[in-house]
């Protein structure tokens, strides 16, 4: 991370129960990839690294015979913990509130483990040699994020765009101008990086996957409102006593932009890149 930033456990205070609602949903699809490139078959062990309230995990549930999510917010673990429950999955998932920096924590080893953008906000190279000691010969790595490099647009949908722009603008005008994160900020955002940090721990790879996106979407204002709290720069928690003021002029600013209460947007492509342990090298045999 930064160098003058450190993490603390007031980064997604508060978030969690907007998380679900508010966060776009990946691109579907996503789960067929894995399964293919991974030759997932219902066996083996999964590892979700800053798992939220289960998004990823429990998407990739019927993929594995037990899968493990490690998340520092105990709020996303309550989440993650209902939502399991609700899906009927709760015999083969574990959810531990933990900081990846905090592992191994005798959890045992896997065949794959996943950062569902979550990577940046950890020590990337301590994490990464955890990880690669955790998973089994043969393993991977898989890195996913929605695809940054393209251009959605709502044309021929029937509402209005959500005004991103206007609602960074009153964020900015309630919080100020720099990125908040916690008890800190992050003037530079987060870092990227993931690829020389990876090759350094000894990964090889990544192939890269684009999953398509695209699908119409039609989101409604509590939604809108439930993206914004969902984000750690946006945090309920960051507003102290203006909170309901602020989310009162974010619903006026909302109806204004639609008096119908509807938006159109796109779901996100996503990018998945993985990165695999390889075996490692048989020893030579011995010379008489």
């Given at each position: 991370?930064?160098?003058?930033?450190?993490?603390?456990?007031?980064?997604?205070s508060?978030?969690?129960?907007?998380?679900?609602?508010?966060r776009?949903?990946?691109a579907?699809?996503?789960a067929?990839?894995?399964?293919?490139v991974?030759?997932?078959?219902g066996?083996?062990?999964l590892?979700?690294m800053g798992?939220?309230?289960?998004t990823?995990?429990?998407?990739?549930?019927h993929?594995?015979?037990?899968?493990v999510g490690?998340?520092?917010?105990?709020?996303?673990?309550?989440?993650?913990?209902?939502?399991?429950?609700?899906?009927?999955?709760?015999?083969?998932?574990?959810?531990?509130?933990?900081?990846?920096?905090?592992?191994?924590?005798?959890l045992?080893?896997?065949?794959?483990?996943?950062?569902?953008?979550?990577f940046?906000w950890?020590?990337?190279?301590l994490?990464?040699?955890?990880?690669?000691?955790?998973?089994?010969?043969?393993?991977?790595?898989?890195?996913?994020s929605?695809?940054?490099?393209?251009?959605?647009?709502?044309?021929?949908?029937?509402?209005?765009?959500?005004?991103?722009?206007?609602?960074?603008?009153?964020?900015?005008?309630?919080?100020?101008?720099?990125?908040?994160?916690?008890?800190?900020?992050?003037?530079q955002?987060?870092?990227?990086?993931?690829?020389?940090?990876?090759?350094?721990?000894?990964?090889s790879?990544?192939q890269?996957?684009v999953?398509?996106?695209?699908?119409?979407?039609?989101?409604?204002?509590?939604?809108?409102?439930?993206?914004?709290?969902?984000?750690?720069?946006?945090?309920?928690?960051?507003?102290?006593?203006?909170?309901?003021?602020?989310?009162?002029d974010?619903?006026r600013?909302?109806?204004?932009?639609?008096?119908?209460?509807?938006?159109?947007?796109?779901?996100?492509?996503t990018?998945?890149?993985?990165?695999?342990?390889?075996?490692?090298?048989?020893?030579?045999?011995?010379?008489?």
């Amino acid at each position: 991370m930064a160098a003058d930033w450190e993490w603390d456990d007031t980064l997604f205070s508060g978030t969690a129960p907007y998380y679900r609602r508010g966060r776009l949903p990946y691109a579907p699809g996503l789960a067929d990839v894995l399964a293919e490139v991974l030759k997932l078959d219902g066996r083996g062990r999964l590892l979700d690294m800053g798992c939220g309230p289960g998004t990823l995990a429990l998407s990739l549930a019927h993929l594995f015979s037990d899968v493990v999510g490690v998340d520092p917010d105990s709020g996303m673990i309550v989440e993650a913990t209902r939502e399991a429950a609700e899906r009927g999955v709760t015999g083969k998932t574990q959810w531990v509130q933990a900081r990846a920096e905090d592992l191994p924590a005798g959890l045992g080893t896997f065949s794959v483990a996943t950062f569902g953008q979550s990577f940046h906000w950890m020590d990337q190279d301590l994490v990464a040699a955890t990880v690669r000691d955790m998973l089994q010969p043969g393993g991977a790595l898989v890195h996913i994020s929605d695809l940054k490099t393209e251009t959605r647009t709502i044309d021929g949908l029937p509402h209005p765009a959500v005004p991103y722009t206007a609602m960074e603008e009153l964020v900015r005008h309630c919080l100020g101008p720099v990125r908040r994160a916690g008890r800190g900020v992050l003037p530079q955002g987060t870092p990227d990086g993931e690829a020389t940090v990876l090759t350094r721990a000894g990964f090889s790879g990544p192939q890269r996957h684009v999953v398509p996106g695209g699908q119409a979407l039609t989101r409604t204002c509590d939604d809108v409102v439930a993206g914004v709290f969902s984000m750690s720069f946006s945090a309920p928690h960051l507003f102290g006593p203006r909170r309901d003021d602020f989310e009162a002029d974010l619903r006026r600013l909302l109806r204004e932009a639609s008096p119908s209460g509807r938006f159109s947007e796109r779901r996100p492509s996503t990018e998945v890149f993985v990165w695999w342990n390889a075996p490692a090298e048989p020893a030579p045999a011995p010379t008489a």
